[in-house]
């Protein structure tokens, strides 16, 4: 075994958790694609967390802040402040911190995770294999349908 943890994904999440941990000088393997590009609205608090994590107004990935008017579904009118991102920008920003803080990034989609006695194996589509007694799943919310099953030991 090589890597202490294995961060699947590798979006602004698990790119933030990598980033933290190899910090902190733990051998983690942090594994995923480029995201899917698309615009989200951020909220200050969300704006304060990124900035911790060094990603911030002046990294260049968010613009704002911009006034916010919306109703919800409900019928309930909401108004308020936003900062816009880019995901795929945010995503590949997190993990070039990530990458320069020494987690071993591959750029590879994980098909399958398994507990196999004391360590996570994860198959990866590319054919390789990689262990670590520890497993971070930062895949998103698409769904394990979609992601593919967490498997357990027998």
């Not at 393997?29 to 200050?44: I, K």
Request: charged share 20%; aromatic share 4%; net charge positive.
């Amino acid at each position: 075994m090589t890597h202490d943890i294995l961060v699947c994904g590798a979006g602004p999440g698990g790119s933030a958790v990598a980033q933290r941990l190899a910090t902190a000088g733990v051998r983690v393997a942090l594994v995923g694609t480029v995201s899917r590009p698309g615009w989200e609205g951020l909220s200050m608090r969300s704006r304060a967390l990124l900035a911790e994590e060094g990603l911030d107004q002046q990294s260049g990935v968010i613009a704002g802040p911009f006034q916010r008017r919306g109703v919800w579904a409900n019928g309930r009118a909401v108004a308020g402040i936003e900062w816009l991102v880019e995901r795929a920008q945010l995503a590949a920003a997190a993990c070039v911190r990530a990458r320069g803080a020494g987690a071993d990034y591959r750029q590879d989609t994980v098909m399958n995770v398994q507990r196999v006695a004391e360590h996570w194996r994860a198959r990866l589509r590319s054919g390789a294999v990689l262990t670590a007694p520890l497993l971070v799943d930062a895949r998103g919310r698409r769904g394990a349908e979609r992601r593919g099953q967490i498997g357990r030991a027998h």
